[in-house]
């Protein structure tokens, strides 16, 4: 098999752990299989380089920012590449452009146009365990480019797919993928499989494991992507076609965002197209909407709910500005939380809704605002209530059988 | 005119020294002139790094550790550029690969092939300050290599003699060259302008203003080269062509060497070739022999001198025990030292040898070996006079003056 592994930065946090991410990749050469390793940087180095920059200016020159900040990962690939070696293994660092990751132009932010798997294959072909410094690429110009948050694993999932890998490993400091938060509710149990379409559904809504960019990306590449944690040999969570998993479970997880505001427009003048302009606006802003509600009160005005990160409220409220003529009363509300079940099996079976709001009934539980999609029902709630909801409903649900 | 100017890793030492080098650099473009900054790696950092790679192997892979040291450069040239821009110059980093810079294929130690001047010099007429991270480039398959010891000098002045540039000036913690070392010699005073080929004799004897390597690639070249300080606006030593120079003195500088050992051999077999089979075993094991004395003793046997640098010295045991057959006795000496005049007036000038003779005989110092060049005369003496020896010279040849 050829296995593309990914160590991220508290894996790779210390030399010694960068030894123990050494032993584990030769592990899996010694059983056989090729291995292409991909790596971040050092945990703390990124934010060292961050903070120098911002030493120089509040709002770096971009271009520079990836010459600086793609270094850290560079660092990493070089040293598990000189550990490899000196254990008696045949490796080779590689950075970005070396493995013929071809991005776009966006600095600081660049999606990947294209990997070129020649290097890489003929260095796997001629017996090299290839290290890959994550995260970086370059664009048509020659210029070094990054990719963002999550870079290091779309990295992986792009190689993977790119050179057809039969595996694309992540590793990270978490056994996998949980029914749902084991801090919220001890009795979470690990997946030992998953849908894309549910990860990343679950991703979206609060699960850290994994970002959607690289979950995306691994569905339409058809990539075998599986989470696990570097400090112990647990086999994690395999994220792959619906079509691969047997069983499907009716609801898989249950998601928790603590981090969403709730604003409440309330008379909102009655002409066509007035939502549209308010959510057209808040785009422009670059708000990032996630649920809508619009509803005709017993007053027969009209009242949309919508909520949005915490942190672009005030985004939000400058927008709002524009449309005071337009709106009766505005209505901000921080202490809310949004409570989601995830499941395939949802498509198939009704009833999974009516269950939600029976166990947030039977809690005395107030349903703010629903939303559902075919394989997710999100209700926001009292933030309060936020923990004891999602216990509720991971035994509502047997998750924990 | 076109300027390169090269900071050093004191000079960007930390993020404050880095914002001084953005104004002086800064300063120097408000002149009107363009310029390209060549960067070393912050103080400190590629230290860090070799004890990183040591962490995992005594020695480390070679290709692998060019990865891993080319990225202090890479940090420094974007945090410079950074800083420019943020002070509203038009700035680009660019790293050894992107300044067009090949080298051959040795890595840790490669020399510079050729440079591609196109990028910088499109670069510069667009308006930009071009910041270079020294001390790399790329091999012809692509690979980063490194430069070895002085290497972002070497860049420095290769990028000058590319781009044809008016004047490579070398920014490093000391004012310039001095006629010798100002510890040793109060009175010793900063040279205007040097010769390339008594910069050279001065770089090989100790003074560690500048690199061999640099200077011979600014000889073959044409490059004028500065070597100043960058905490200071003194106008620092041009070292230039010899016809650049109008006022030739007899001599320039006095250097002195205490690394030296001194190996006599005493009774070496009277047999032809007995010494090229002697010194071709030396150079087999990487002994940089210096100076050579070969003299018939009164007792008609031969004795042959020859001094190596201190740390050299066990190698040069190894060999001689070879050759214990064909020699009487071998003594090592540690404590001496290589007192050396230099100045291009020597050429059209008698009795500049017969003065340090004459002057070391004054103070009752011994002349245990002579070498000479055509602009060089280097004794060797008993270590504990060394800086007697340099005094007296230094004022018997009026440099003070």
Request: with cysteine; charged share 25%; aromatic share 4%.
């Amino acid at each position: 098999m050829l296995i593309v592994q990914k160590f991220g930065g508290t894996s790779v946090g210390d030399l010694e752990r960068i030894a123990n991410v050494a032993k584990r990749v030769a592990k899996t050469r010694d059983e056989g299989h090729d291995v292409i390793v991909v790596v971040s940087a050092m945990s703390g180095e990124t934010n060292k380089l961050i903070e120098y920059a911002h030493f120089f200016s509040k709002n770096p020159q971009r271009e520079a920012m990836d010459l600086l900040l793609s270094s850290g990962e560079r660092v990493t690939s070089a040293l598990l590449s000189i550990a490899l070696n000196e254990m008696g293994y045949k490796a080779v660092a590689m950075t970005g452009r070396q493995a013929g990751i071809v991005t776009d132009k966006r600095h600081t932010s660049a999606r990947i146009d294209h990997i070129n798997p020649k290097p890489m294959g003929d260095a796997v072909k001629e017996g090299n365990i290839v290290v890959v410094a994550g995260f970086q690429g370059i664009n048509e110009e020659g210029r070094v480019t990054t990719l963002g948050r999550g870079g290091s694993d779309l990295t992986a999932v792009a190689i993977a797919g790119a050179l057809k890998a039969d595996l694309c490993e992540i590793y990270t400091d978490v056994d996998g993928v949980y029914t749902t938060d084991p801090r919220i509710e001890p009795k979470a149990k690990k997946m030992d499989r998953i849908s894309y379409d549910e990860m990343l559904e679950l991703a979206s809504l609060g699960a850290k494991v994994l970002q959607n960019r690289s979950v995306e990306l691994a569905k339409k590449m058809g990539v075998n992507l599986v989470t696990r944690s570097s400090f112990n040999d647990n086999p994690g969570t395999l994220i792959t076609k619906e079509e691969n998993i047997m069983e499907k479970p009716l609801v898989s997880g249950i998601a928790l965002d603590k981090n969403q505001s709730r604003v409440s427009l309330k008379g909102v003048e009655d002409r066509p197209g007035i939502a549209s302009e308010i959510f057209n606006a808040l785009a422009e802003d670059a708000v990032n909407v996630d649920m809508i509600v619009q509803t005709i009160g017993a007053d027969g005005k009209t009242e949309i709910d919508f909520t949005v990160p915490q942190s672009e409220i005030e985004r939000v409220k400058g927008v709002m500005e524009r449309f005071k003529e337009s709106i009766e009363s505005i209505e901000y509300k921080d202490d809310v939380a949004k409570v989601s079940i995830v499941g395939v099996g949802m498509k198939s079976h009704s009833g999974v809704a009516a269950k939600a709001f029976t166990t947030m009934a039977k809690e005395n539980i107030n349903i703010e605002m629903i939303s559902t999609s075919e394989i997710k029902i999100s209700m926001v709630i009292d933030e309060k209530y936020a923990e004891l909801a999602v216990r509720a409903l991971h035994e509502a649900y047997e998750l924990d059988k």
